[in-house]
């Protein structure tokens, strides 16, 4: 349908102009309109996607190759020239506003943009499709009668099975297309207005007439009978293949032969045979195909039989006493033959039956049945005509009691279970029953309760068991020389957790993840909720990875491990499931071994399993924090990094100097480190033009997101100073009372300096004979000049020298 946009009430509200649910006749037949599957199938035959291309919906089923066998368009006000105030250009329609001339032409350009479309399908090229075009109204005139009185309409037939160049005088009503289609599929008429219309046949071309001699069929259950079909030619010759479908499908059908040819105004014809085991009323529905046309006609198959049936069919006689079943013979489908009856018994039952012979298909017989023998029975009656063979069954039971238990649903470990014990009399037992059982190993259970039953009635048994297994309990029943044993199997389930890696490795700042495994135990089925939480066996034991002379500060509360579950609960049915656990090594937590114990828990049991976790990490150490250094001047220090517990991996090293002035570099500045410790020199170069002050080194080593820093203070001091600090570097284990005299004389060689520089040579040359400490005379001549100063602070010993 054109411009149907709501489906409410099938289309027949909620639809604004330019569609017209009027015109929509199928949706005002109430098992339609209150139908949604039904009101489900009709479509919007231009939806904004079709674009330029008119009602593609229509045309994409054609394309299709599965298209329905029936499709009726119903074109919008704006496209069947009725028109409509809302079809204008600006609304995007074709301007189709008052009916007249122009409508017209815009209903030609409708019809010229979607007709060829239609024929060219893929379904009017391949099938025998035919298109029926017709207006719903003329304008109260007849062409064929040049008469007012009659209101005729322009309509036309298309397609490849349609006669080219035709046209009739025949006067046809819009009856008659509800009879065409009706005579194309012979359907039923609906109402006596299509029974009486004339069909549109002559339109269509050659076609053939189906009958069937005779037109039903009667046969016994597994014979075979045949019908003949005949094929006559309408309005030509072809080829045409039969088939057969029967409904039920039981009975077989073939046809010989399968294809004929029809000549001109001739008849062909086929047998069609069928047979069936089964003794009920067939309907067979036989198709006759030619490339353009298709016939059907029906064939009503009745299968016939006859039924035998006791009453009753069970027999409950005492011991030495007879017993009687009334047998009947029953006619299927009219059956009219005889039946012989024969009666037999198992061992130890005796059997008659009179009369032996039932004529016309129905009738009775009476079977007796006797034993001097309690037991059960088993009599039979086998009735017999022709090919015809059928039997029954009666049971004949002498007085005796059975005892059934049972099975108990599986429970949990430590759960109690419980069965039932029925005791059933047969042929009107009425004795006293006593229970006893038999508890195997592993299996603890209450006392039967009751412990005697008369003569019918239910006792109860539970049990429970702390190991998982199928406990069979053997229950007797016992009344004089009657003893009856039935077994209750109790099953008792639970679950079990692993972990697939029970030891795990991993370095600070990272994650890691190992698989736990749950798994039933004796077809378990439940929902198992997962935990973990840390228990530690030798938490931090490592040191803390980082450099050396780390000052002491405040720290918060330890770092803990953190753990997840994906997912956080595994459903069991039977089998097993899996969960991944991630855990997260904050940065900061101590290496170390630590225990994570990962939890199960369903409600009732808890299982756990413990998984080993091993957290490394690394150190960086400098030899010192503090150095001084004049401008011009470079130096090197070894720095050593260190692998903590287990620790392996590749390790970025890097330098920054604050404030810059200074440079340093790392060589080499990657290090791959396993069990041993390695190095890496730093190299610190400090230009002449550096400015004097303290400047911090800060050394980073890092591998992902776990790093660790050093810092060495560098002072940049020039001159003497330097001299002086580096005597004390160079001569660190001169007493510091030579420290203190060196400091005098230095003073002293100022001060004399300034007063005579002739007098100069001989004192320094006896400050080289006062001072002969051998580590001493190296330095006397480089002292010389220099103005007092303070000693540095010696980091390691914390004490001041001046």
């Known amino acids: 349908m054109e411009n149907r946009q709501s489906s409410s009430q099938c289309g027949t509200s909620g639809n604004p102009a330019p569609y017209e649910n009027s015109h929509n006749g199928f949706v005002w037949f109430q098992d339609i309109f209150n139908n949604s599957t039904r009101c489900s199938k009709i479509v919007l035959a231009n939806p904004t996607s079709c674009g330029s291309v008119t009602d593609c919906t229509l045309l994409n089923d054609l394309a299709s190759g599965s298209a329905p066998n029936f499709m009726w368009l119903i074109p919008n006000d704006c496209n069947n020239m009725h028109a409509d105030p809302v079809c204008t250009l600006s609304n995007g329609y074709n301007g189709c506003t008052v009916a007249g001339f122009d409508c017209i032409r815009d209903g030609d350009s409708y019809l010229r943009s979607l007709v060829p479309n239609i024929l060219n399908s893929t379904t009017f090229k391949t099938t025998r499709s035919a298109l029926f075009i017709v207006f719903d109204e003329g304008k109260k005139y007849c062409p064929l009668t040049q008469s007012e009185k009659e209101d005729c309409i322009y309509a036309v037939w298309a397609g490849r099975g349609v006669r080219n160049n035709f046209h009739t005088g025949t006067l046809y009503t819009q009856y008659s297309l509800t009879k065409t289609i009706e005579t194309n599929w012979n359907l039923a008429p609906l109402t006596v207005n299509d029974t009486n219309a004339t069909p549109m046949s002559e339109f269509f071309k050659s076609d053939f007439n189906l009958a069937a001699n005779p037109a039903s069929l009667t046969v016994l259950k597994g014979a075979t009978s045949n019908s003949t079909l005949s094929l006559s030619s309408v309005n030509g010759t072809g080829t045409v293949t039969l088939s057969a479908n029967s409904i039920p499908s039981s009975l077989s059908t073939t046809i010989n032969p399968t294809t004929v040819t029809v000549p001109i105004g001739g008849t062909a014809t086929s047998i069609l045979s069928v047979t069936s085991n089964i003794a009920t009323n067939y309907t067979i529905t036989v198709t006759a195909t030619s490339p353009l046309l298709s016939r059907n006609l029906t064939i009503s198959v009745i299968v016939q039989d006859f039924q035998i049936t006791p009453n009753p069919t069970i027999l409950k006689p005492n011991r030495g006493t007879s017993a009687t079943s009334t047998v009947t013979i029953s006619p299927v489908n009219h059956f009219t033959g005889t039946a012989t009856l024969i009666a037999t ?102 006392p039967i309760t009751p412990s005697m039953i008369l003569p019918t009635g239910t006792a109860t ?79 931090g034991s490592s040191s803390q990875g980082g450099g050396v002379r780390e000052p002491l500060r405040l720290v918060g509360p330890a770092p803990q491990l953190s753990f997840s579950f994906n997912p956080s609960a595994v459903v069991l049915d039977g089998s097993s499931g899996q969960a991944d656990l991630t855990v997260t090594i904050p940065l900061g937590l101590p290496s170390g071994s630590y225990m994570i114990n990962v939890t199960a828990f369903d409600g009732t049991n808890a299982h756990s399993v413990l998984i080993s976790l091993t957290v490394t990490d690394f150190s960086i150490t400098t030899p010192t924090s503090l150095l001084t250094i004049s401008p011009g001047q470079n130096t090197t220090q070894t720095i050593t990094l260190n692998s903590i517990n287990g620790f392996q991996g590749n390790i970025t090293l890097s330098t920054t100097v604050s404030p810059t002035g200074p440079s340093a570099n790392m060589n080499p500045s990657l290090i791959s480190i396993g069990t041993n410790a390695k190095t890496s020199t730093l190299t610190i170069i400090v230009p002449s033009n550096t400015q004097l002050g303290n400047y911090t080194i800060t050394i980073q080593a890092s591998t992902g997101t776990l790093f660790h820093a050093v810092t060495i203070t560098i002072t940049i001091r020039s001159g003497s100073t330097d001299i002086f600090v580096k005597a004390f570097s160079e001569y660190p284990a001169l007493p510091l009372g030579v420290y203190l005299m060196i400091s005098l004389i230095l003073t002293l060689a100022v001060y004399h300096k300034s007063r005579d520089k002739l007098a100069r040579p001989k004192q320094q040359e006896r400050m080289s004979r006062q001072y002969s400490h051998p580590d001493l005379k190296p330095l006397h001549h480089r002292l010389l000049g220099i103005a007092p100063m303070l000693v540095p602070i010696d980091p390691a010993q914390s004490t001041t020298r001046q």
């Open 461 to 539: 048994i539970a049990c429970t068991s702390a190991k998982t297994g199928n406990y069979p309990l053997t229950i007797t029943a016992t009344n004089g020389t009657l003893s009856h044993q039935t077994t209750a199997t109790f099953r008792f389930q639970d679950y079990a957790i692993s972990a697939n890696n029970g030891q795990i490795t991993s370095p600070v700042g990272t994650n890691t993840t190992t698989t736990i495994t749950v798994a039933s135990i004796n077809s378990y089925s439940g929902n198992v909720t997962l935990a973990a939480f840390q228990t530690c066996t030798n938490c």
């Open 345 to 446: 018994g198992t061992t130890g039952l005796n059997t008659s039956i009179t009369p032996s012979t039932i004529n016309l298909g129905s009738g009775t017989a009476t079977l007796t049945v006797v034993s001097t023998l309690a037991g059960n029975y088993t009599g039979a009656v086998t009735a017999t005509s022709g090919t015809l063979t059928h039997q029954i069954m009666i049971n004949v039971q002498v007085i005796d009691f059975t005892v059934g238990a049972s099975q108990p649903f599986p429970v949990k470990v430590g759960a109690t279970a419980s069965s039932n014990v029925t005791i059933t009399p047969l042929n009107h037992f009425t004795g006293t029953v006593s229970l006893s059982d038999s508890v195997p190993t592993g299996l603890s259970c209450a």
